[in-house]
């Protein structure tokens, strides 16, 4: 495959050439570190990895003299040659080359009676490709960082080093690409939820994030948003413990395909489980009494706090943690009603992520290998998400195997404004757990019927999507999230008065407006408030303090210039009505 003819749209040719790249750092590690044993190199998305078991330890420095070996490597354009080996001699390769990992693979290969490997002057690989055709075709490519990685995965294994990488066909993509990848940097809600005082983690509870008072205003302007557009839309809303009888996850089904993510305790000597989904407390909820016909569909909402367990290692802010709150619901629904339920929960979703701006893909997982039910039911489920999709004309892509183990689902991927995409909202339709849990409403014909329930989450997670919008706004959130609406700042102290006066007013119109009453230099309060994102600031001097006209300042659009204090005060009460982005 030469250069020119790689479309860098096909994700084939784009992942050849970037593995191509990963053997090329490998090759230039053994030269470097002849010592190493390889395990693993694919493409991944935007780039590549190379999972490496050697004692030194990879620093910045090392990355780039690998970087250097590299360019040597490419500069000789060397051709890359693909070649078999009967299985005995593949393990005999990896027994002389002192490569374990690769021997533990080969004996995994047991339906091969011929392995695949590529080869690059002196650096030989057990791989089944494809590559592109000589070294000489990778252009523009930098190494970005060292991870730890266990073998295979697996805790239980040896703790292995990961270098991640990435390449383009030309340097102006690169450079795109890694501009992109520092702003992503400056926008870690991480960085900004410390900033902004929004939320912290704490060795005390890794993966129990603290909401602080700033986090705690996003977090319940978000929550009463939902809770409105959910009244409108015929939920009722629930809370159901979080703790119950380890019995009720036997019937759900966790015990059986979700025990490991979760956490257990015992009360009175009995066994107990805190819940890692809310589904089970809405059956009962349901189940308390018989439904006619005639009430359905009913729809559940709940604001519900859940705990999974998750490895240390997989940990990361507000979008990896071991404890968060969904944005549940769960409808009971007769069969006739399930294609109109469905399309008002895809209208919901579509109506809350146009409201922040955010752009979308729809993927419709499959059944998992680990599931309930028969394949005529996941059949009729999935035809019935499909059928709505393309009623709707929404395009969308099958993504197999990555269902529920209760039912398959419709997933909505966000597209932030780095161009990231994060999976949030889900539409799951199930035909299990109403058997199982023997719920049932009675028809119009006065026999008893099994209903049809869609779980689903339009935020998905409350911890998550504030990690995601402070990322894609940068922390400059719309008005009507903002923690401090408007700030007051005063070029002495004998303005306070005044700007306390101020700030008054605009409370009193329910707007959340703070004064900084400290004797400090007002560009140390200037940069302060910036910091914090504060949406507004407006700085109150001799001129200002009797005139009622202030200087505002925009965190998103700067200097907007004077404007009479009652403009100002209208001006923000309509963005925040208008919740505008």
Request: hydrophobic share 40%; with cysteine; charged share 30%.
């Amino acid at each position: 495959m030469a250069l020119a003819e790689i479309d860098w749209n096909d994700e084939e040719q784009r992942g050849a050439f970037r593995h191509t790249a990963s053997h090329v750092m490998a090759m230039a590690v053994l030269r470097l570190w002849p010592e190493a044993q390889l395990a693993i190199g694919p493409a991944i998305a935007d780039g590549f990895y190379y999972d490496f078991d050697l004692e030194h330890r990879f620093s910045e420095e090392d990355l780039a003299q690998i970087e250097r070996e590299m360019k040597k490597i490419v500069k000789q354009n060397i051709r890359i040659e693909h070649f078999g080996l009967a299985r005995g001699d593949a393990l005999k390769w990896a027994d002389e080359t002192g490569q374990p990992y690769k021997r533990e693979l080969i004996e995994d290969l047991l339906d091969e009676k011929t392995l695949s490997f590529y080869k690059i002057a002196e650096f030989t690989d057990l791989c089944k490709g494809p590559h592109i055709e000589s070294t000489g075709q990778i252009r523009a490519f930098k190494l970005t960082s060292v991870a730890g990685s266990y073998w295979r995965g697996d805790a239980n294994n040896k703790m292995l080093q990961r270098i991640y990488g990435t390449c383009f066909p030309s340097a102006e993509e690169l450079k795109a690409y890694l501009d992109k990848i520092e702003e992503a940097k400056q926008r870690d809600h991480r960085k900004i939820g410390r900033e902004m005082e929004l939320f912290m983690l704490t060795d005390e509870g890794p993966g129990f994030p603290f909401f602080l008072p700033n986090g705690m205003i996003i977090r319940g302007e978000l929550e009463r948003f939902w809770r409105e557009e959910h009244a409108k839309r015929g939920y009722l809303e629930i809370r159901t413990p979080l703790i119950l009888n380890e019995e009720l996850w036997h019937t759900s089904g966790h015990w059986d395909h979700y025990k490991n993510n979760m956490y257990f305790t015992q009360i009175d000597e009995v066994n107990f489980a805190v819940k890692p989904m809310n589904c089970p407390g809405a059956m009962l909820t349901y189940k308390r009494r018989i439904f006619s016909y005639r009430e359905l569909p009913v729809r559940y909402a709940e604001l519900g706090q859940v705990h999974r367990h998750e490895l240390s290692g997989a940990l990361h802010g507000l979008f990896r943690v071991r404890t968060f709150t969904q944005d549940d619901a769960h409808i009971f629904m007769l069969p006739e009603q399930t294609e109109s339920e469905i399309v008002g929960v895809i209208e919901l979703t579509d109506y809350v992520y146009k409201l922040f701006g955010f752009r979308y893909h729809v993927e419709i997982s499959t059944r998992p290998e680990d599931s309930m039910g028969t394949q005529e039911e996941w059949d009729q489920a999935q035809d019935a998400l499909e059928s709505v999709v393309k009623k709707l004309g929404i395009p969308y892509i099958i993504n197999e195997g990555d269902g529920a183990f209760y039912g398959p689902k419709i997933d909505f991927h966000l597209e932030d404004s780095l161009g990231r995409t994060w999976q949030c909202g889900t539409i799951q339709l199930d035909f299990q757990m109403p058997q199982r849990f023997q719920t049932a409403y009675v028809g119009s014909d006065g026999e008893k019927h099994i209903p049809r329930l869609i779980h689903r989450v339009v935020f998905g997670s409350i911890e998550r999507f504030i990690g995601i919008l402070t990322e894609h706004f940068a922390g400059k959130f719309p008005l009507w999230l903002a923690p401090v609406q408007i700030k007051f700042l005063t070029v002495a102290t004998e303005w306070n008065d005044y700007a306390a006066e101020l700030t008054e007013q605009f409370l009193a119109a329910g707007i959340r407006a703070e004064y900084d009453p400290r004797n400090e230099k007002i560009g140390f309060k200037i940069r302060e408030s910036r910091n914090a994102r504060d949406a507004y600031i407006v700085v109150i001097g001799e001129k200002e303090a009797g005139s009622g006209i202030v200087p505002v300042r925009s965190s998103k659009e700067g200097e907007l210039g004077e404007m009479p204090v009652d403009a100002l005060r209208e001006m923000l009460l309509e963005e925040i009505r208008s919740k505008r982005i």
